[in-house]
C-alpha cells in the first residue's frame, strides 16, 4: 500500500548548519510532494512542495530535492536558526483518488546556540 | 479570509463513551479531510469529504466515522472509545480539484482528545 518513510526521527544541529531530513515512498504514481512545519502545539504549515516533474525547487534557506528513479525525496536546510526547531513532516499525494496526503513519521530537529 | 477552525480544541473522554469533532473549511473550500496525530506515528489519514460524499478512507476501525453538511462543515465521530483513540485530530480543507490533482490542504489547529 502507500507508505512514506522518514529519516532521522530526531536531529539535532549547530546554529549556523545545515539540516537534511530524508523520505522514501512507495508509489511510482505519486506526482506531489510537499513538506509541513509543526511548531509545538500549532498546526502543520506547508513550507515548500515540490511535483513530479521538477528535480530540485528552492526557496531561500530551503530546498527539497526529488530522485523519481529511487523514489526519495528530500529536505534541506542551510544556515539554521533557532525558530527552525519543530517537527518536519514530508508527505505524498497518491494519485489513487481524492486529495488523500500520507506523512512521514515527522522529524524533531533542534537548533543548538 | 478566516482559516479552518475545529471545535472544542481540548476534551477529556472517558473510555466506552463517544464523541464528536466539529471542522469548519475555509469559504469555498469543499474538501474536508481528517487525521490523527499521535507522538511517534505523525498523522495518520482518517477520511475525506467532498460535497457530502465520502471520497477515500484510511485504516481506521469503523468506531470511527464522519459525515459533512452540505456548506461544507465535517463532523467526525468516535464511538466505544479506546485509550488508545488519545490524540490529536486535525482537519484540513481545500478547494476542489482536478481528478488526480492535489490541492493544497489546511489544517485546522486540532482538537486534543484525551481518553481516560
Known amino acids: 500500500g502507500e507508505n512514506v518513510e522518514q529519516h532521522p526521527s530526531t536531529l539535532s544541529v549547530q546554529e549556523g548548519d545545515s539540516a537534511v531530513i530524508k523520505c522514501t515512498y512507495s508509489?511510482?504514481?505519486?506526482?506531489?510532494f510537499p513538506w509541513y512545519k509543526q511548531e509545538l502545539g500549532k498546526r502543520p504549515q506547508l513550507i515548500i512542495d515540490?511535483?513530479?516533474?521538477?528535480g530540485e525547487k528552492k526557496d531561500q534557506r530551503i530546498a527539497v530535492t526529488l530522485n523519481k528513479t529511487a523514489k526519495h525525496f528530500s529536505l534541506h536546510i542551510t544556515e539554521t536558526q533557532p525558530e527552525d526547531s519543530a517537527v518536519y513532516f514530508c508527505a505524498a499525494f497518491f494519485t489513487g483518488g481524492g486529495n488523500k496526503l500520507t506523512f512521514g513519521t515527522g522529524t524533531q530537529l533542534k537548533v543548538e546556540l | 479570509k478566516a482559516g479552518v477552525t475545529q471545535t472544542p480544541r481540548y476534551l477529556i473522554k472517558t473510555r466506552g463513551q463517544q464523541v464528536t469533532l466539529s471542522c469548519s473549511p475555509i469559504?469555498?473550500?469543499?474538501?474536508v479531510s481528517w487525521y490523527q496525530q499521535t507522538p511517534g506515528q505523525g498523522l495518520q489519514f482518517l477520511f475525506e469529504?467532498?460535497?457530502?460524499?465520502?471520497?477515500n478512507k484510511g485504516n481506521f476501525p469503523g468506531r470511527f466515522s464522519g459525515r459533512q453538511f452540505s456548506n461544507s462543515r465535517s463532523e467526525m465521530n468516535v464511538s466505544t472509545l479506546e485509550l488508545g483513540d488519545s490524540a490529536l485530530y486535525l482537519c484540513?480543507?481545500?478547494?476542489?480539484?482536478?481528478?488526480?490533482?492535489?490541492?493544497?490542504?489546511?489544517f485546522g489547529p486540532g482538537t486534543r482528545l484525551t481518553v481516560l
Open positions: 515540490i511535483r513530479s516533474n521538477v
Open positions: 469559504s469555498g473550500h469543499r474538501s
Open positions: 469529504y467532498f460535497s457530502e460524499t465520502q471520497r
Open positions: 508509489d511510482s504514481a505519486s506526482n506531489y
Open positions: 484540513a480543507s481545500s478547494l476542489p480539484g482536478l481528478a488526480g490533482m492535489y490541492n493544497e490542504q489546511f
